[in-house]
């Protein structure tokens, strides 16, 4: 109907103007199918085991991703280091392997090997939730590995990689530094390079100046002021 509201809940003024039969005649959108091919089973068997619910976190059906994860939380927790070290080998779909990481750190067994392998993966939104993932106390190499994106090709790895300096202590100076030069005209990550400077902003600002590279003045600026204060 053209009108949805129930009457008792419009003003009688309204009531007396309003023809709430208008439209009932016509149709309404039940379903939505494919003109080709035949439509995928809309019904997962509640009865699955935990290898069947990892292996429909690679439907290409949403719903079907969406439960088989719900499913794997609501499990008994289990370790998801080998399935994910097998997506890594098998080359799944990101978004499969975003499924796996999140598996993992929920159950402790993202391990910093299968942590390491996701900041090079080629996937940027791979990369992207690694960063996000990591532990507070991080070795040599992951550290490495982390200050290597801040050349990142893709800016949203960028952005993330700045949050993450913040937590690696010293020595992060130089990545900061690169993500500035190349992002610091970016608000978001202006802020996010601010936030993980906290006590080298002095640090910064000399090796920016020092800098050949031309450095966005709204980061100088945003920098000077907080050094001001």
Not at 79 to 88: C, H, I, V
Not at 106 to 121: F, G, K
Request: net charge positive; aromatic share 6%.
């Amino acid at each position: 109907r053209k009108v949805i509201e129930h009457p008792d809940y419009l003003p009688e003024e309204v009531r007396k103007h309003t023809d709430f039969e208008s439209g009932r005649g016509l149709g309404r959108i039940w379903r939505v199918v494919r003109k080709k091919g035949a439509s995928a089973p809309a019904v997962i068997p509640a009865q699955q085991t935990t290898e069947q619910w990892i292996a429909r976190l690679g439907s290409m059906n949403a719903w079907e991703r969406q439960t088989a994860f719900r499913k794997l939380v609501e499990q008994q927790p289990v370790s998801f280091a080998e399935p994910l070290a097998d997506a890594f080998e098998r080359g799944l779909r990101p978004d499969t392997v975003v499924s796996l990481m999140r598996l993992a750190k929920y159950t402790d067994s993202l391990q910093e090997p299968l942590l390491l392998r996701a900041l090079r993966h080629r996937d940027p939104e791979v990369r992207e939730v690694a960063l996000a993932m990591l532990p507070a106390t991080v070795d040599a190499e992951l550290k490495i590995a982390v200050q290597s994106l801040a050349r990142d090709i893709d800016p949203k790895v960028r952005f993330h990689c700045a949050l993450a300096l913040g937590g690696l202590g010293a020595g992060a100076e130089d990545a900061l530094a690169e993500i500035a030069r190349r992002d610091g005209g970016d608000k978001w990550t202006r802020a996010a390079v601010l936030g993980s400077a906290g006590g080298r902003e002095a640090k910064l600002l000399e090796m920016l100046l020092e800098s050949k590279s031309t450095v966005p003045q709204a980061f100088i600026a945003s920098l000077s002021k907080l050094i001001a204060k």
